[in-house]
């Protein structure tokens, strides 16, 4: 599998988390100024240096729950709040729509492509402030530091790669997604998705950039020259790509995967019901031994340590942001989420590693948000009651 | 004109792999036996004609250091004179069973280097396998490739007509084509274009190609020249497979279809000539694995990514 796929994964939830949240504030009326400060807060803890070069080391993918548990703590990097609940929520909508993006890219290599369109568009969520001018002209001037560092790792990662080895990026990503079949209302209502979870994947439209249209047949002697030609039917109903996206900083990306599809007025909204039939269980997670479960907790260490959670400057009251329309149905997701889909951490006992604990205790100290309503002696439990109570 | 037959369930999806579905016939025992890679377990099926699961196994690659448990990358049957193994991959390494994956025979460690070892830095390990028992050796390791083997197709060297035995593609298009002997010889080099070619067969001197952006390519296997070119697909092909006794090519690809293609030679020319015989499409399925399940070509299995079945179809 390929060990140059985190950052893309990582990118284009993240991007996806961006564009829910910012429908899902709007919709519940949070003043435009704390609106904009959490996405600010988050987009400037994604693109940190120290955890771009953490992102951008070669390394295998972690599984889905190690992830989640990187996208909590962003999601806490400002001043909202999450319940567990829209938590879950907010995880499984980003990453049936990279799943989905990732499906549906027409070559392997257009995932960059669907990475830009999510870049753009997080472009556009600090641009369009007017109220707060200094601190988005303050986070503009670090972004355009980072923003040349951050590029320069995109293009070292990705710029030289060949077909093949995006065709194992793509492999690595849908093996990521195996097997998830959560079903999205918007993606139900638009017949994105069948009503079984399933994807659909249309048989028509633009052949992939470099590709022919099906349907000929041509046969050449042995000189090379062409001594007949066959047409035959395909089935599908497809058309000559009209241009290629553009992989430089700015320009048309051409594809519309990875673009925001959410608005005020197409809520988001899963159905938990997740369980066609042949939904096989992920046991192997769930049963995977402690070494598997400290691997995930230092690579989380080493990930996180490299996020600088800002401290909020000020007595700026913070605001808990429901995923549901009502509390209610927040309270009622939680109780009735079907177990195969529960991304409850394994039972991670305390390490008898001292030192480690130390370690891992210093980061979560760097990592400290404002309400702290845990009261425990050692910061090390800290970690690990979070990563239990996730 | 094919119609859809019972499907085998699975336990597990079947994984975003080519080549992901393996097929052994034995009709001398009424069965079809069937090989699936989900992700760290491989499962294999037995079935009767009518499709009727009779007993699966699951296979798991060897353990050992690293984030998560090995992912498995091909299991497939290999066919010989005197005896059939059954071929597991990962990037631990090479596992060979009995038949029914019941024991395991033979286990080759790959070095685990900086990247990725054995046949991802583009070497073809060559092994000598006795007609019984677990000894088996490794007796040569071809160098003609210098990005990921993805594929590799054989047929027995019959007659004068033709000596190639063994072509083999990586994950930039490059095909090489071997005469096999107590050493192999390298005959030709058919360069790609751009795109990997996840899947090559062999038939009578022919080397049949299926690309990453969709094409089917037919080969003059001794020269390389190209004879045929088919624009078959709207996306990357994922599996190629021949029934060699009617001449007929299987491929399958990502963008949901199934297609079967008639070979044969012009008695005049002497060239390779294609005729497509029929398309299927499996809507809303990436596909990943398809072969046909007898010698006629007149039935086949498809796997599709995400998907805990195989899917079958025959012809009316």
């Known amino acids: 599998m390929s060990v140059r796929t985190l950052p893309l994964l990582f990118l284009n939830l993240g991007g996806e988390m961006l564009y829910i949240l910012d429908q899902r504030l709007r919709a519940q009326n949070i003043p435009g100024d704390k609106a904009r400060k959490v996405l ?351 | 004109m094919f119609r859809r037959e019972r499907s085998i369930p699975l336990r597990g999806s079947a994984a975003a792999l080519c080549n992901n579905l393996s097929v052994l016939q034995l009709p001398s025992r009424n069965l079809t036996h069937f090989g699936v890679v989900h992700g760290p377990s491989a499962q294999l099926v037995s079935a009767a004609p009518e499709g009727v699961p009779l007993a699966q196994r699951q296979l798991h690659a060897k353990e050992g250091a690293g984030v998560s448990p090995p992912l498995i990358t091909q299991v497939h049957w290999c066919v010989l004179p005197f005896r059939v193994l059954l071929v597991l991959t990962s990037h631990r390494g090479i596992q060979m069973y009995e038949s029914d994956g019941s024991v395991m025979v033979y286990w080759h460690a790959l070095d685990s280097g900086d990247a990725s070892p054995g046949t991802w830095s583009g070497q073809i390990l060559v092994f000598d396998i006795p007609a019984k028992g677990p000894n088996i050796v490794l007796s040569e390791e071809l160098a003609g490739h210098q990005t990921p083997v993805t594929d590799i197709a054989t047929e027995p060297a019959q007659g004068q007509d033709y000596v190639a035995d063994m072509v083999t593609a990586d994950d930039s298009g490059l095909l090489c084509v071997w005469r096999s002997g107590p050493e192999f010889k390298l005959l030709t080099r058919i360069p790609g274009f751009g795109v990997p070619c996840p899947s090559v067969q062999l038939w009578h001197g022919t080397v049949a190609a299926g690309y990453g952006d969709g094409q089917v390519r037919l080969y003059e296997a001794s020269t390389g020249t190209l004879h045929v070119q088919i624009s078959a697909h709207a996306r990357a092909i994922c599996a190629l497979d021949l029934a060699p006794e009617a001449g007929k090519l299987l491929s399958a690809a990502e963008d949901t279809f199934v297609h079967i293609w008639k070979l044969s030679r012009s008695p005049e020319s002497g060239y390779t000539e294609v005729e497509h015989c029929h398309g299927e499409c499996v809507p809303d399925t990436q596909v990943c694995g398809a072969r046909f399940c007898d010698p006629s070509g007149s039935s086949f299995a498809v796997t599709g990514y995400d998907l805990a079945e195989i899917l079958r179809f025959s012809s009316v």
């Open chain 1, 40 to 390: 600010h807060d988050i987009i400037s803890t994604m693109f940190n240096r120290k955890f771009m070069e953490e992102l951008f080391k070669p390394q295998e993918l972690y599984s889905k729950k190690a992830l989640r548990t990187v996208y909590d703590r962003l999601a806490h990097a400002s001043i909202m709040r999450l319940n567990q609940a829209s938590m879950d929520k907010l995880y499984d909508l980003m990453t049936m729509a990279f799943k989905h993006q990732v499906l549906l890219c027409p070559r392997p290599k257009d995932v960059l492509l669907v990475t830009f369109n999510h870049l753009d568009a997080i472009k556009g969520f600090i641009q369009d402030s007017p109220a707060i001018l200094h601190q988005v002209e303050e986070i503009f001037r670090q972004l355009t530091e980072v923003k040349c560092f951050f590029l320069l790792c995109l293009w070292q990662t990705y710029g030289g790669l060949s077909a093949g080895e995006f065709q194992l990026i793509r492999q690595t990503l849908l093996t990521f997604f195996q097997d998830l079949h959560i079903r999205v209302s918007l993606f139900l209502k638009d017949k994105v998705q069948n009503s079984n979870g399933r994807f659909v994947l249309p048989v028509s439209g633009p052949v992939p950039w470099g590709t022919e249209v099906p349907g000929l047949i041509r046969m050449f002697d042995s000189k090379g020259k062409e001594v007949k030609k066959v047409e035959f039917k395909h089935g599908g109903n497809y058309v000559t790509a009209p241009k290629e996206g553009s992989f430089e900083l700015y320009g048309d990306r051409v594809l519309k995967l990875g673009t925001n599809m959410y608005s005020v007025n197409r809520p988001v909204e899963t159905h938990m019901s997740g369980a066609s039939k042949n939904l096989a269980p992920r046991t192997q997670e769930n049963i995977a031994p402690n070494p598997l479960a400290k691997e995930e907790l230092n690579f989380l260490a080493r990930l996180m340590g490299g996020m600088e959670i800002k401290k909020p400057s000020g007595p700026e009251p913070g605001f808990r942001l429901n995923l549901f329309t009502t509390d209610e149905e927040e309270e009622q997701a939680a109780l009735t989420r079907p177990e195969e889909l529960s991304y409850e951490v394994i039972n991670i006992q305390a390490t008898q590693d001292q030192q480690r604990n130390e370690e891992l205790a210093r980061i979560m100290g760097e990592l400290e948000v404002t309400d702290q309503p845990r009261q425990s002696a050692s910061k090390g439990d800290d970690l690990l009651a979070m990563m239990d109570g996730l």
